[in-house]
């Protein structure tokens, strides 16, 4: 194992920040950038705007699902820098697929205010107000102006999905993960498994539940987004937990493992 050092290090970390800064910019702008090509108080396009965030997690998912196996297997048995270059040229091609469409977008403009002034404005009411309690009213998290409720603060729970890349990888490193006798999964490849849920329910929820509930509720998507959100949350939280649980029973074992070697 190399140490890297000097310009190498620049280079290396540039990167890695660089591809994390565009990462966070792509899934910040790409969705909300899709729903403006939906005018959602037209039911026909409201309908539509639903089925695209659905099949939009499902493309996402198809793709991570061949970083997570072709591209897995390129890098451990073909070398980083072949991992590198095909990650790079497939954002090159759909930076110019994506740029190719910008005649046809509908680009709404906001004149209220300048979007960089908004994020900066959530920051500093954040810090501001850090030390305030939460009042029993929850409508007093609102701020009235006019007739109009006004949210200051936003929250965006994303530790899931981070915890999924990360520290899942590091639990695969210390398990078994052989399914017969030549095959084993790689811990880098082990986060497809809640991706191939996704791929299978996505569907299923566009094609059998929207429809469905649909018919209850009256809505146009089924169910609100708001909703949709709040189940997700309710998910994540499960998810976590769960995960947390089987983290302390693997240290339980491993710590009677170690035990019983040294009794031995």
């Not at 965030?53 to 890098?75: K, M």
């Not at 939280?237 to 339980?252: D, N």
Request: net charge neutral; with cysteine.
């Amino acid at each position: 194992m190399v140490k890297v050092g000097g310009g190498d290090a620049a280079l290396l970390f540039g990167g890695l920040y660089l591809v994390a800064a565009g990462s966070a910019g792509i899934k910040a702008s790409l969705p909300s950038h899709g729903a403006d090509q939906f005018e959602e108080k037209d039911p026909k396009e409201a309908k539509q705007m639903s089925s695209f965030f659905n099949w939009f997690l499902l493309s996402g998912n198809i793709g991570t699902v061949i970083s997570l196996t072709l591209v897995v297997w390129i890098q451990d048995n073909k070398g980083w820098d072949l991992r590198f270059g095909i990650s790079s040229i497939s954002m090159v091609v759909g930076a110019f697929f994506f740029t190719s469409g910008l005649p046809r977008y509908r680009i709404q403009v906001i004149q209220k205010s300048n979007a960089f002034v908004e994020v900066i404005q959530v920051y500093v009411a954040a810090f501001r107000n850090q030390n305030l309690r939460l009042p029993e009213d929850p409508e007093d998290l609102y701020e009235i102006d006019g007739d109009e409720p006004v949210m200051e603060i936003e929250f965006l729970p994303h530790r899931d999905v981070s915890q999924l890349q990360t520290f899942s990888i590091q639990q695969a490193v210390t398990m078994d993960t052989r399914i017969t006798k030549h095959f084993h999964i790689t811990p880098a490849s082990l986060a497809i498994i809640p991706i191939i849920f996704l791929l299978v329910l996505v569907p299923i929820y566009d094609r059998l539940f929207v429809p469905f509930a649909r018919r209850i509720t009256g809505h146009p998507t089924g169910i609100t987004h708001l909703q949709r959100i709040g189940v997700g949350l309710v998910l994540s939280c499960l998810s976590m937990a769960v995960a947390g649980i089987i983290e302390v029973k693997r240290k339980e074992v491993a710590r009677k493992h170690n035990m019983l070697m040294l009794y031995r």
